[in-house]
């Protein structure tokens, strides 16, 4: 769960990165003066008002080398030949972005959940061990985007383009194992632990995409998001153990001009 | 597509968040029901005696399998350890009940299985002790004593169960005593000087360094008690109480020696024995320390220092036991005891009338002269009167005579005209060097017979003024005279050797009396059985004059013990009275 400290941080990290992309656009259009440029583009947001919503769905490969150890410890700590039935595999991410046009360039902010998580376990006669790790992310980003200034011969209701977001991403892992011993009266054992981190995160992506009508438009990408992990804290840091979301990510979403 | 499609879509999507799921299974032998374990307590029994902070020591042989743990439970305690060798102390309560000392020893079955490795799949033994507090000043130490076969004191000391300690010791007024003999958990003690009487014994056991706890034991056998019993009239038995102990007695010194506690002797009849019993312990040869020693004085009869008379018409004693003298006392067989405390006290010497009308009595120099009612009535002087073999009479008329050197004097205690009279005789002055039975009142008080260094004489002393010789005859004819002791009007007198009965004044003879013996000295006649009292060498002699027979004879415990008197069957002397009615018959 998020609290009011996790989203200060997600935006104090936004506006940093805004700043930064907002300054990197003013070196794009160095033919003018810099603040006569910056001037002129909040007056174009404002008067042509081109703001489109995406909602999409994706695929993303999550780094969690470190949690695949933590998993690991958890098991060597248990005692037991516990065998991993799942280990942070790929798994879907959704997101919605809102977004404003801009001289060929969309400006937007972007939301987006991810999850994964791993289950090692064993079970007999005499009782059940399970260790269960569920990660969840929630990213909040800033991102550019812009249309690659040519079209395929073939496919010419393709357009292709280039994305970078950047922001800050909070992870949640809750990590919960459960001892089940039959024949005891109390013989069901449960402890549960929640990592928290929040990081910083860049995520380069090319897309593809066609309109549908002149309203709604179909986009494909396929990227890679970094991030620059920290030790996860339970109620104080726990050094060596870091949540990485970083990995490949392919994504489909519809974006609808409003 | 409609923006809420859009926004449903996504809510659709995001509760699909990722959930581990998936089970693995492994097929793990189960263990069997139960396995043997073996569990070795530094204490081997099943109830604890604890006696301060007690350390446990338990060993458990798991053959094979391993230790998981165990846990301790006593009072509200609980102890956990993982070691299957483990040490722990209990510091106890002061609780009276006993109490459950618990250990459960988990020890894994070695399956496998999940609950064998999380360490919750056990073999469990468990095993319970009791144990109880004990406090070794109060309890948990027994002592006491008994008689060792052999008869000598044996104290012991049965050291507490599961004893801590070893160190045990005796002594008995400071002085310590070895130990005797150990047997299992009592330590034995020898007393072989303790002869009877209370004694203190002080036992102590340390039990740890600093503690020391000790028990007294009081014993308190009784000691001898002597007694003496008569058998027959010359001889006794000495008993004592039979001690538990086997002990050494020693009866005046020499008498007997030996380990009995019965001596039987001789004694007199007049006689006061003395017996001292030394009671020595059983190993009187080398302990002499606690030997003690009881006495006594014992004489055959009653004892009765008092002096005493006899009326034979009223067949009443008249006896003298207070010691202000005012008042006597009248008694019949069986006649009394001492007084407590007696010896010292004033008696005065009775004596009565033979009708039992007048009594007085003679104490230094006076004459005291009771009523009927036996209280004092007057006393009058009577001068000084030898207390050697001294003479005096109560006749009928209520005349007191006596004999007072050459005189003899008559004093009227009867309330008539007359007060006293006296005349003088030829008896020696010197009453030591005359004859016993020298004076002889007829009971009517008519007349004196005196016995002198001349003559026998019958004085006529009927009018209380003059004494006028009636009958005369040589002294050497003579060998004794006395009043017949109911008829006023005959003597018994030893004439020419030979004892006759004779009328009095006219000496005539009324019949001879044989008397079995020779050399023998008349002391009296029992008024009451007619039985003749008399003295030769060291022995008395009672001869029935019907049948002049030797009824009895007793050993005198003197030549010269003149001093008693037979009346009505008593033999009175001057420390004890004998009934001798069954002897006399």
């Known amino acids: ?258 | 597509m409609k923006l809420s499609h859009l926004i449903f879509c996504l809510l659709l999507l995001s509760s699909c968040a990722f959930e581990p799921a998936g089970l693995n299974y492994v097929e793990v032998e189960k263990p069997a029901a139960s396995y043997p374990l073996d569990i070795h307590l530094s204490l081997n029994e099943d109830s604890i005696y604890l006696y301060g902070d007690t350390k446990i020591s338990f060993n458990l042989s798991t053959f094979g399998k391993s230790f998981n743990g165990a846990m301790i439970h006593y009072y509200d305690q609980k102890i956990s350890t993982d070691q299957s060798a483990y040490s722990f102390t209990i510091t106890p309560k002061q609780t009276s009940d006993w109490v459950d000392l618990t250990i459960d020893f988990y020890v894994s079955t070695g399956s496998g299985s999940i609950a064998d490795k999380l360490k919750v799949e056990n073999y469990i033994k468990s095993k319970t002790w009791k144990i109880k507090y004990f406090d070794l000043e109060k309890e948990g130490i027994t002592t006491n004593y008994l008689i060792h076969p052999d008869g000598f004191l044996q104290l012991y000391m049965v050291l507490p169960k599961q004893r801590p300690g070893n160190e045990c010791g005796m002594s008995k007024y400071g002085n310590d005593m070895p130990i005797a003999r150990v047997s299992g958990d009592t330590i034995f003690f020898n007393d072989k000087s303790y002869c009877g009487g209370e004694g203190t014994y002080y036992l102590w056991y340390r039990y740890d360094s600093k503690h020391v706890v000790s028990r007294n034991i009081n014993v308190n056998l009784p000691k001898a008690e002597i007694k003496v019993e008569a058998i027959g009239l010359d001889s006794c038995r000495v008993s004592w109480t039979k001690s538990p102990l086997k002990l050494y007695y020693v009866i005046n010194d020499t008498q007997y020696k030996g380990f009995g506690n019965e001596y039987r002797t001789t004694i007199l009849a007049a006689e006061s024995k003395y017996f001292s019993l030394n009671v020595f312990p059983p190993d009187y040869l080398n302990q002499r320390f606690g030997s003690y020693s009881v006495s006594t004085y014992f004489s055959l009869g009653t004892p009765a220092d008092y002096f005493m008379c006899y009326s034979v018409e009223k067949d009443r004693f008249f006896i003298s036991r207070d010691a202000t003298l005012s008042s006597i006392e009248k008694a019949t067989p069986p006649l009394p005891t001492n007084e407590p405390n007696s010896r010292y006290k004033s008696k005065v010497n009775l004596i009565c009338s033979p009708n039992g009308k007048y009594i007085a009595g003679y104490f230094y120099n006076q004459v005291y002269v009771y009523n009927e009612d036996l209280t004092l009535s007057k006393k009058i002087d009577g001068g000084s009167i030898p207390n050697y073999r001294p003479y005096y009479s109560v006749t009928n008329d209520g005349v007191f005579t006596y004999q007072q050197g050459v005189n003899i004097v008559m004093k009227n205690i009867a309330n008539t005209d007359w007060t006293s009279f006296s005349f003088a005789t030829d008896l020696d002055s010197n009453p030591n060097k005359v004859y016993f039975s020298i004076i002889a009142n007829s009971i009517d008080g008519k007349y004196i017979c005196v016995w002198g260094i001349n003559e026998f004489r019958i004085y006529d002393v009927s009018d209380h003024k003059t004494a006028k010789v009636v009958y005369t005859l040589p002294a050497i004819e003579i060998g004794g005279v006395v009043a017949h002791p109911t008829n006023p009007g005959l003597i018994y007198v030893r004439h020419k050797g030979v004892m006759e009965l004779r009328t009095c004044p006219g000496f005539e003879l009324v019949k001879t009396i044989d008397i079995p013996i020779t050399y023998y000295y008349f002391h009296s006649i029992d008024p009451y059985s007619n039985v003749m009292l008399m003295m030769k060498d060291q022995y008395y002699y009672f001869i029935d004059p019907n049948t002049s027979k030797v009824l009895l004879k007793l050993k005198l415990e003197s030549l010269y013990d003149y001093n008693v008197s037979l009346l009505r069957n008593q033999f009175k002397t001057p420390l004890n009275v004998l009934d001798l009615t069954n002897y006399l018959k």
């Open chain 1, 1 to 258: 769960m998020k609290n009011n400290s996790d989203i200060a941080a997600i935006l104090r990290i936004s506006i940093c990165f805004f700043i930064w992309l907002f300054l990197l656009s003013g070196v794009q259009a160095q033919r003018s003066s810099l603040s006569n440029e910056r001037l002129r583009v909040w007056e174009n947001m404002i008067l042509k008002n081109d703001v489109y919503v995406s909602a999409y769905v994706g695929y993303g490969s999550y780094s969690m080398s470190s949690m695949r150890k933590l998993q690991n410890d958890f098991i060597v700590a248990s005692g037991l030949p516990a065998v991993a039935n799942s280990n942070f595999p790929p798994y879907w991410l959704y997101g919605i972005s809102i977004s404003q046009k801009y001289d060929d360039s969309l400006f937007g902010f972007d939301f987006e959940s991810m999850s994964t998580g791993a289950r090692s376990s064993i079970a007999d006669y005499s009782g059940q061990f399970i260790s269960d790790f569920k990660c969840s992310g929630l990213k909040l980003g800033f991102f550019v985007e812009k249309d690659f200034p040519f079209r395929l011969e073939r496919i010419k209701g393709l357009r292709f383009g280039c994305h970078l977001e950047a922001g800050g991403l909070s992870s949640n892992v809750n990590q919960q194992t459960q001892i089940v011993i039959n024949d005891l009266d109390q013989g069901t054992s449960t402890r549960q632990l929640q990592f928290k981190s929040v990081v910083p995160f860049l995520e380069p992506t090319l897309f593809t995409k066609g309109e549908i009508n002149n309203k709604t438009i179909l986009q494909f990408s396929i990227g890679y998001m970094i991030d620059i992990p920290v030790d996860v804290q339970i109620s104080y840091s726990l050094p060596g153990y870091q949540v990485s979301w970083a990995g490949y990510r392919i994504k489909l979403g519809l974006v609808r001009q409003l």
